[in-house]
């Protein structure tokens, strides 16, 4: 026969105490508000019956859940692990919990998800989905949801966001292989409607005018998407309009890693025949071979961020909204050399 779950009145009867005691005691928050011999009491007969408070009973009566949602637009994508864990180990010392779900790129999709953790008492949301012109955000905005977005920003700025320094990173990047002596220079674009995409064509645009080179002058590819089979497509299309292309700077990791799909099948060797460049630093990129040199970005460090922002919000500690910018390293490997002389 099933035993019967323990409750809070329960237990208050069982110590010979008011339940409200109990409430505090179990509430990390107000246990400085009970003696520790007391706390230490009520601990221990909790443990034992196994008693565990109701959350869904206290966010219903103090309308604070201590859940924050995470909305990734790809959880396959190696970049949003680290992102996730970061949110995760800020939140925690502060006794909130991240409700992670994956959204995928459609907005209806992305304002269905935003519903049900609405609908799950979420006090807050993390926003990996953002695009430049983001109609979600838009909605949480219209629901009265504090929301911060990471990784990615929208261009009207409405809340606070995380992101990279996308020019910086790419200024790195173009400046190396111009040290090497690269000049035939290819960037494969991501897309053009989320601001990643968009800040490092810019920064591509903009370093290789630094060094001389004229706008209409630039070698890009546009590639449909941040994916593996992308990079591919976007690297063939290199091939076959710059073939004397010596370097490849692509808009992140796994277009890189398209990128070697491709040289593969041209018979091309990385880096002898044409280097290569990825940006993001993703984990296990250091193992394929050549291993990638990349532009690092600090994602742990970035969840943290927004997590604290988030934070401040539910705290009512913000002030106006703002976007940190991380600072990006370049990583140097062996993806990259001197280009050989033709």
Same mark, same amino acid.
């Given at each position: 026969?099933?035993?019967?779950?323990?409750?809070?009145?329960?237990?208050?009867?069982?110590?010979?105490v008011?339940?409200?005691?109990?409430?505090?005691?179990?509430?990390?928050?107000?246990?400085?508000?009970?003696? !520790? %011999?007391? @706390?230490?009491? #009520?601990?221990?007969?909790?443990?034992r019956?196994?008693?565990?408070?109701?959350?869904?009973? &206290?966010?219903?009566?103090?309308r604070?859940?201590n859940?924050?949602?995470?909305?990734?637009?790809?959880? =396959? *994508?190696?970049?949003?692990?680290?992102i996730?864990?970061?949110?995760? +180990?800020?939140?925690?010392?502060?006794?909130y919990? &991240?409700?992670?779900?994956?959204?995928? $790129?459609?907005?209806?999709?992305?304002?269905?998800?935003?519903?049900?953790?609405?609908?799950?008492?979420?006090?807050?949301?993390?926003?990996?989905?953002?695009?430049?012109?983001?109609? #979600?955000?838009?909605?949480?905005l219209?629901?009265?949801?504090s &929301?911060? =977005?990471v990784?990615?920003?929208?261009?009207?700025g409405?809340?606070?966001?995380?992101? /990279?320094? $996308?020019?910086?990173?790419?200024?790195m %990047?173009?400046?190396?292989?111009?040290?090497?002596g690269?000049?035939?220079?290819?960037?494969?674009?991501?897309?053009? *409607?989320?601001? =990643?995409?968009?800040?490092?064509?810019?920064?591509?645009?903009?370093?290789?005018? @630094?060094?001389?080179?004229?706008? !209409?002058?630039?070698?890009?590819?546009?590639?449909? @998407?941040?994916?593996?089979e %992308?990079?591919?497509?976007?690297c +063939?299309e290199?091939?076959?309009?710059?073939?004397k292309?010596?370097?490849?700077?692509?808009? /992140?990791?796994?277009?890189a890693?398209?990128?070697?799909?491709?040289?593969?099948?041209?018979?091309?060797?990385?880096? $002898?025949?044409?280097?290569?460049?990825?940006?993001? +630093?993703?984990?296990? #990129?250091?193992?394929? /071979?050549?291993?990638? =040199?990349?532009?690092?970005?600090?994602?742990?460090?970035?969840?943290?961020? %927004?997590?604290?922002?988030?934070?401040q919000?539910? *705290?009512?500690? @913000?002030?106006?909204?703002? !976007?940190?910018?991380?600072?990006?390293?370049?990583?140097?490997?062996?993806?990259?050399?001197?280009?050989?002389?033709?």
């Amino acid at each position: 026969m099933q035993q019967k779950k323990m409750t809070l009145k329960g237990l208050a009867q069982i110590l010979g105490v008011h339940p409200s005691t109990v409430g505090r005691v179990m509430d990390p928050d107000t246990r400085h508000m009970v003696g !520790e %011999a007391v @706390a230490a009491r #009520v601990l221990k007969e909790a443990a034992r019956h196994g008693y565990r408070p109701n959350k869904i009973a &206290a966010a219903l009566r103090t309308r604070r859940s201590n859940i924050v949602g995470v909305i990734l637009p790809d959880i =396959t *994508n190696p970049v949003f692990p680290p992102i996730v864990l970061g949110i995760e +180990d800020e939140l925690r010392k502060h006794g909130y919990v &991240a409700l992670v779900t994956n959204a995928g $790129e459609d907005p209806v999709q992305q304002r269905f998800v935003v519903d049900q953790l609405l609908a799950r008492q979420c006090d807050a949301l993390i926003l990996a989905t953002a695009t430049r012109d983001d109609s #979600v955000i838009s909605y949480c905005l219209e629901a009265g949801i504090s &929301a911060v =977005t990471v990784n990615r920003g929208e261009d009207a700025g409405r809340v606070s966001s995380v992101v /990279n320094d $996308e020019m910086a990173g790419m200024r790195m %990047a173009v400046e190396y292989l111009f040290k090497l002596g690269h000049r035939r220079i290819v960037h494969l674009v991501g897309p053009q *409607n989320l601001s =990643t995409g968009h800040l490092r064509r810019e920064g591509f645009v903009q370093a290789m005018e @630094a060094q001389g080179v004229k706008r !209409e002058d630039l070698w890009m590819v546009e590639c449909s @998407a941040y994916s593996r089979e %992308a990079g591919k497509a976007g690297c +063939d299309e290199a091939l076959a309009r710059y073939p004397k292309a010596t370097a490849i700077l692509a808009g /992140n990791d796994l277009l890189a890693l398209g990128c070697y799909d491709s040289l593969r099948a041209a018979g091309k060797r990385c880096p $002898e025949d044409v280097s290569v460049i990825g940006h993001n +630093d993703m984990p296990f #990129v250091d193992m394929v /071979n050549p291993p990638l =040199t990349t532009i690092r970005i600090s994602h742990h460090a970035m969840g943290v961020q %927004a997590a604290q922002l988030i934070l401040q919000r539910l *705290n009512q500690s @913000a002030g106006a909204d703002m !976007e940190i910018r991380m600072k990006p390293e370049l990583i140097v490997r062996a993806s990259v050399v001197a280009p050989a002389a033709r």
